[in-house]
């Protein structure tokens, strides 16, 4: 078993669509074992992807993140990293294989759906940042 943070992003939590992409979680058999609906504040955007401070779209990504509020789960299943990820497909809608979340609803590289943790290690640090091990309901 596996566990992997997912974030439902601004533009998908308006456009609706939190349940359709849960469905496709539950489908591809992973659990939803913790969740909150959170606005992110500009320190909370800029700590959870500091590893993207240097890079040249760091002050659009966290504009973007603060700009309305997030769907923040953790999944757990078999290889729950790459599932994510797969169901995720490629950063840039432009590139992600149709059916996946992001070819049927993401419109720009920024405004891209879904967040997913990309190693094991990463998502034991992105876990940490938003939920405490008493608010991960696993079995
Ligand atoms: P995410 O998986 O949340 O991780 C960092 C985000 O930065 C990424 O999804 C994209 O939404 C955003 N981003 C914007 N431009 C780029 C880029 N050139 N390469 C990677 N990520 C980018």
């Known amino acids: 078993m596996e566990r992997t943070l997912s974030i439902i992003k601004p533009d998908a939590v308006a456009k609706n669509v939190i349940g359709e992409i849960y469905s496709r979680f539950e ?3 992973l659990k939803i074992v913790a969740a909150r609906m959170k606005h ?5 955007a800029e700590g959870f992807y500091s590893v993207h401070r240097e890079r040249p779209f760091f002050a659009d990504l966290v504009e973007f993140m603060t700009s309305g509020p997030v769907m923040i789960q953790v999944l757990e299943g078999q290889d729950a990293i790459t599932r994510n990820r797969e169901l995720m497909g490629a950063t840039d809608p ?9 070819a049927e609803f993401a419109s ?28 991960i309901y696993s079995r």
């Open 27 to 29: 489908h591809a058999g």
């Open 108 to 135: 720009s590289i920024d405004a891209n759906a879904v967040h997913g943790s990309d190693a094991p290690e990463t998502a034991k640090q992105e876990i940490a940042f938003f939920f405490g091990a008493d608010e």
């Open 94 to 102: 432009r590139q992600a294989a149709p059916g996946t979340i992001r």
């Open 40 to 44: 992110l504040s500009r320190e909370e």
